[in-house]
């Protein structure tokens, strides 16, 4: 390990003449050895004051190999470190020097925390720019190469996000190598591994010739879909969640018949695959296959697959695909979606938990903006005021909710002739809870309504409830009527 007398640093340093302008200098490299982790980690940030004030040479064969020896430290060091390398290409000479950069970066993306290999390779993705196709093959690759085959999983899963930045300007003999070693890391002996392979699959898979997409790609991934390693349900579930995330950017590169031919069947085995999660990435991804080959060719495959993910047994899984709801409902059209997915929709305003209750009077809201006032009129307030006399309590409540978040959407006719009596009626509810609701869906709905309604039929209801034995409802009941300016 470099010391800082051995960097040249020290006083008189500069030439044997007494000048130790370059003394502060040597401070800060001893910081990096010092035993305070925050010491360090401000010395870190002053890299690229130390190179400044060592020029470009010195930092390069004297800077840069102490860096790389003293790599083992605090995550929070070295992450730090990671970032600020990549920004280095011009206190190492430029482009031509790119490569210097590489050697502290390569082990940086073997160490065991991840978010400190994320970082390394963030910067190695961003250096391999600086490189000439000359220097990227010289250096670069011959890294990638070495990461892809080190012995321990983590050299092997930083590999996996360097393929496509040093493929596109590579030879075609060197592309063959390059493609070689991401099939064997596709079929890599560690899980981890191969789950960094199969989520980078479509990313590789855009910077690769069609031809080779066709031959090589599309059988990676028939291969990882069907992944059946043993560490059992969850590394499984980790590899084809991965893969379902990128399956649909495939399908743009291959185009329709390719899709149709080789993406759809495995498309359409992942949405019945038993890990929800993996159905789930398949379905919020649909806008790029849609592009591609319609929604209708997979209408019949994907409706099983939402309604068992709209029935899931957790609730953050049943909460996800009502927020993708709004999207599908825009990709199906509303026929579809009224005869197969409107009832769905529905359901989840009675679901016994709260969060899917909320998500689902927000996903009216948005349908109704998608699919207009009138199929709301139509089709979904007549259903929501039904459930004002749900025995049930909180569906009742859940009827205010809808209308609050529906009234805006539907505009003032609908609002004033549907909705506004329900909310009235309500008012007289035996439950204090669902009252005091009532009280501030008046005060949102109000500043739709016209003078006439706020005046005749708002202003008394509230007015009564102002009244009630209930602090709760009277003290929201005069909060309306504060912000209405009813008083």
């Given amino acids: 390990m470099a010391g800082a007398s051995e960097l040249g640093t020290g ?21 990096l050895r010092n035993e305070d982790v925050q010491l360090r980690l401000n010395s870190i940030k002053k890299l690229s004051t130390i190179a400044l004030a060592l020029g470009v040479e010195r930092t390069r064969s004297e800077l840069l190999p102490f860096l790389t020896d003293t790599i083992y430290d605090e995550d929070e060091v070295l992450l730090a470190l990671a970032e600020q390398l990549g920004n280095f290409t011009g206190l190492v000479g430029g482009p031509d020097f790119a490569h210097c950069l590489l050697p502290p970066l390569e082990n940086l993306a073997t160490v065991e925390e991840t978010v400190v290999r994320d970082k390394a390779v963030e910067s190695l993705r961003q250096i391999s720019q600086e490189h000439t196709p000359v220097a990227l093959e010289a250096y670069f690759v011959p890294l990638v190469k070495r990461l892809a085959s080190g012995d321990w999983f983590t050299s092997r899963t930083s590999a996996c996000g360097l393929f496509s930045v040093c493929y596109p300007r590579a030879s075609n ?7 070689q070693q991401f099939r064997s890391l596709c079929s890599d002996d560690t899980p981890m591994v191969r789950r960094a392979a199969a989520s980078k699959l479509g990313e590789f898979a855009k910077v690769l010739e069609l031809d080779s997409v066709k031959s090589e790609i599309v059988p990676l991934f028939t291969s990882l879909a069907s992944d059946e390693q043993e560490l059992v349900s969850d590394t499984n579930q980790h590899v084809k969640s991965a893969l379902a995330s990128v399956i649909m950017g495939l399908s743009t ?50 409706l099983p697959a939402i309604v068992e993910l709209a029935e899931d047994a957790k609730w953050r899984v049943r909460l996800a ?31 016994h ?15 109704v903006q998608k699919f207009g006032t009138e199929w709301a009129q139509n089709t979904i307030v007549p259903k929501v005021l039904v459930m004002a006399n749900d025995p049930n309590y909180l569906h009742r409540m859940t009827t205010l909710f809808c209308i609050n978040a529906l009234s805006e959407a539907c505009g003032q006719e609908i609002t004033t002739k549907q909705m506004l009596p329900i909310v009235l009626k309500m008012a007289g ?44 409802v009277k003290y929201f009941a005069q909060e309306a009527i504060s912000v209405l300016a009813l008083a």
């Fill in 321 to 351: 695909i009502i927020e993708y709801m709004p999207l599908l409902a825009g990709q199906l059209g509303v026929e579809f979606f009224d005869e197969k997915l409107n009832s769905l929709c529905m359901a989840w305003l009675v679901d």
């Fill in 173 to 179: 003999a060197v592309k063959a190598e390059i493609r």
């Fill in 353 to 367: 938990v709260y969060a899917i209750r909320e998500a689902a009077t927000n996903n009216l809201m948005k349908l």
């Fill in 253 to 302: 590169i291959l185009g329709k018949e390719n899709t149709i031919e080789h993406l759809l069947p495995l498309f359409l085995a992942q949405l019945k695959d038993e890990c929800p999660d993996v159905r789930l990435n398949i379905i919020s991804n649909l806008d790029c296959v849609n592009e591609v080959i319609g929604i209708r060719q997979l209408s019949q495959s994907l």
């Fill in 429 to 472: 509810d035996q439950v204090a809870n669902v009252r005091f609701n009532v009280a501030k869906s008046l005060q949102k709905i109000g500043p739709i309504l016209d003078t006439n309604a706020l005046q005749g039929e708002v202003k008394p209801v509230l007015q009564k409830l102002g009244q009630d034995e209930d602090m709760d």
């Fill in 11 to 31: 006083p008189g340093a500069a030439g044997g003449d007494g000048d130790d302008s370059l003394y502060p200098i040597a401070v800060l490299i001893d910081e």
